[in-house]
């Protein structure tokens, strides 16, 4: 069968992921292949203190994201399409979305990016003597009961960015199992929400004032594989505002970027891992055996299938190295110069690699927002250094490079030095090791151990969870989603795995000494500025 059959057919699955930056649809055929994208760009607000995006652009942007997918589909294969085989949406990971009884919803959007719950985090994981990051949505529900917030006096139900979207799409409340990690801690052998921490929960809540029992207002969960609903006419009308797209659609659950980073990089079973780097950047192990305790830096959730996941997660990445980037765009475009984003980034990236395995002595931060892996709520970037420093373009670039995983490098030393988890391979995806062989090779310096990169590095989440619609309706009976990954997915894929090399990695530590030892700095820049 060809593509435009394919299409015509149905036999596609379609996968959406709102990330941070963009929105992005990947159609792919039965093979899982990826055969059309959309995309749409956005970016996040600072409202009232408060890191947000608003439904009107939550709305708008899907659906100019779907509209795009389409064209490319209609330009490649002269077809639009009418119906897909199944569809699955993921988005940024956790947040607080509260609604009401009728789906109205009752505060801004409070993505990941906040770091607003402090309070809230470290009595809950004390409470449950489990990790409970600022960014899940029971420190965020948490936070709100300690300050007596108005809303929660109508608040029916709570859910994430992933979860709003599909209900909806299909009117049904439910999420995958590693977005509802991210919820609230999960029960290992039930593969729902833990019975006995909801309990506690709903105890202390009580003594606070909130009478509503935790368990009524958060999604159903179901595991990969599972059927989450159909695209209902409404749904349909909601996502394709030409109205050409059919309801009846079967949709997979709603996973959020952790989850499709996951399975975008076949890093599922246990002693697999990956790190996806973009706006914001994390690193995902898949645990043979539980830590030996709580760790603030560290989250434990789950991959799509319910396995215990240590994580670290930062919220800045790449921001501030854009930034850069831009400026020197701006200076290109001040000579005469026009140049691509492609060329330019291959170019500063590339130049990245000259400098000094230590950064010449540079120093910088890369933090737009607070960054809890090292003990800040809000951030300020900076660029420091000495009169002896180095100062060349490669050591500025290799710096910012550096910064990016910065946070990160802090709390996987945990996972890989004090805990020593075995990690039996790393893989990367995202915009961070789209230039060849550079942030790649930073990453291995970070982490001591060889990376690999796939082909399919830059397709990201939205190709993972095509891949999930597309496992729902195609997998074998009882055929688990790490066979269906190895088998279907990944056997012929073109991997480079690069080894880290001893002086980059020596320069990475030394690097990391300043950066430890220059958290001062940014503190009373926080504190002054």
Known sequence: MDIKEAIISGKTSLGIELGSTRIKAVLVDSTNTPIAQGSHTWENELKDGIWTYSLDSIHGGIRSCYTSLVADIKEKYDVVPEVFGSIGVSAMMHGYMAFDESWTLLTPFRTWRNTITGEAAEELTELFDFPIPQRWSIAHLYQSILESQEHLKDIKHLTTLAGYIHYRLTGKNVLGVGEASGMFPIDSNTLTYNGTMAEKFDKRASEKGFDKKLLTLLPSVLSAGENAGTLTEEGAAFLDENGILRSGIP??????????????????????????????????????????????????????????????????????????????????????????????????????????????????????????????????????????????????????????????????????KKENVRVASITGHGGFFKTENVGQSILAAAVNAPVSVMTTAGEGGAWGMAILASYMINKDKDEKLCDYLNKKVFANAEIKTLAPDKADTEGFEEFMKRYTKGLAIERAAVENL
Do not use: Q
Request: some cysteine.
């Open 251 to 416: 949709t997979c659950p709603p996973e959020g970027d952790a989850g499709t980073g996951l399975t975008a990089t076949n890093s599922i079973s246990p002693a697999t891992g990956n790190v996806s780097a973009g706006t914001s950047v994390f690193a995902m192990v898949v645990l043979e055996k539980p830590l030996s305790k709580a760790y603030g830096e560290i989250d434990v959730v789950t991959t799509p299938t319910g396995e215990a996941v240590a994580m670290v997660h930062c919220n800045n990445c790449t921001s501030e190295l854009n930034a850069w980037v831009n400026i020197f765009r701006e200076f290109s475009a001040l000579t005469g110069n026009d140049i691509s984003d492609a060329e330019l980034y291959n170019a500063l990236f590339s130049i990245a690699m000259k400098g000094d395995k230590d950064c010449g002595k540079l120093l910088a931060y890369n933090y737009l927002s607070g960054e809890h892996v090292t003990g800040f709520d809000e951030g300020r970037p900076m660029l420091v250094r000495t009169p002896d420093s180095n100062f060349t373009l490669a050591n500025l670039m290799r710096t910012e490079l550096y910064t990016a995983l910065g946070a990160l490098k802090t709390g996987l030393d945990i996972l890989l």
